[in-house]
T-cell receptor, first 113, second 112 residues
Framework: GAVVSQHPSRVICKSGTSVKIECRSL??????MFWYRQFPKQSLMLMAT?????????EQGVEKDKFLINHASLTLSTLTVTSAHPEDSSFYIC?????????FGPGTRLLVL | GENVEQHPSTLSVQEGDSAVIKCTYS??????FPWYKQELGKRPQLIIDIRSNVGEKKDQRIAVTLNKTAKHFSLHITETQPEDSAVYFCAASIRAGNQFYFGTGTSLTVIP
């Protein structure tokens, strides 16, 4: 299956700062990537669909100006959490894949102090 | 949009017993239903999946059944082992390559 990496794996930042998370498809040309957020002991909630070369599609309730997504190449999508606050602390996971199977990145744990 | 419900939220079984997790979905257009196993702090791992043109699929100790009419599907794990302990998520997808909508998860504990 596809190999998906994320960077960083863990980040701690101060409230009000912005954090960029990278999702890379190492062996697969990903025209579409998905970003999920997972709070402790909860399910994965789809945040947005990242489309290479075009604007991302956001799920209802997800602020597009707060969670900036850029998908400039077939192997890289970035999620930037702008002006992060403690309530943004969560586990962020990306996924991509061909056909029906989705392959998940290892996740990025964000802690906002 | 799609709404996936999952039960139970927690499940404890004795080693060797069977475990069953059930999910329902709302969108009749959904046609692909994967199950994922997630260990603490790690990425979800696909364990089995089923498509809407199939009623049942089995892979060793794991099986999944699908009832399209009732819009529900279930995961069955037989002869459970301690290493089966994890959180299990069901998901539904409307079409190939599309995003998944996940169930709320089931924390399975297999007691040695």
């Amino acid at each position: 299956g596809a190999v998906v990496s994320q960077h960083p794996s863990r980040v701690i930042c101060k409230s009000g700062t912005s954090v960029k998370i990278e999702c890379r498809s190492l062996d697969f040309q990903a025209t579409t990537m998905f970003w999920y957020r997972q709070f402790p002991k909860q399910s994965l909630m789809l945040m947005a669909t990242s489309n290479e070369g075009s604007k991302a599609t956001y799920e209802q309730g997800v602020e597009k100006d707060k969670f900036l997504i850029n998908h400039a190449s077939l192997t890289l999508s970035t999620l930037t959490v702008t002006s992060a606050h403690p309530e943004d602390s969560s586990f962020y996971i990306c996924s991509t894949g061909g056909g029906e199977t989705q392959y998940f990145g290892p996740g990025t744990r964000l802690l906002v102090l | 949009g799609e709404n996936v419900e999952q039960h139970p939220s927690t499940l404890s079984v004795q080693e060797g017993d069977s475990a069953v997790i059930k999910c329902t979905y709302s969108d009749s257009a959904s046609n692909y239903f994967p199950w994922y196993k997630q260990e603490l702090g790690k990425r979800p791992q696909l364990i089995i999946d089923i498509r809407s043109n199939v009623g049942e699929k089995k892979d060793q100790r794991i099986a999944v059944t699908l009832n399209k009419t009732a819009k529900h599907f279930s995961l069955h794990i037989t002869e459970t082992q301690p290493e089966d302990s994890a959180v299990y998520f069901c998901a539904a997808s409307i079409r190939a390559g599309n995003q998944f909508y996940f169930g709320t998860g089931t924390s399975l504990t297999v007691i040695p």
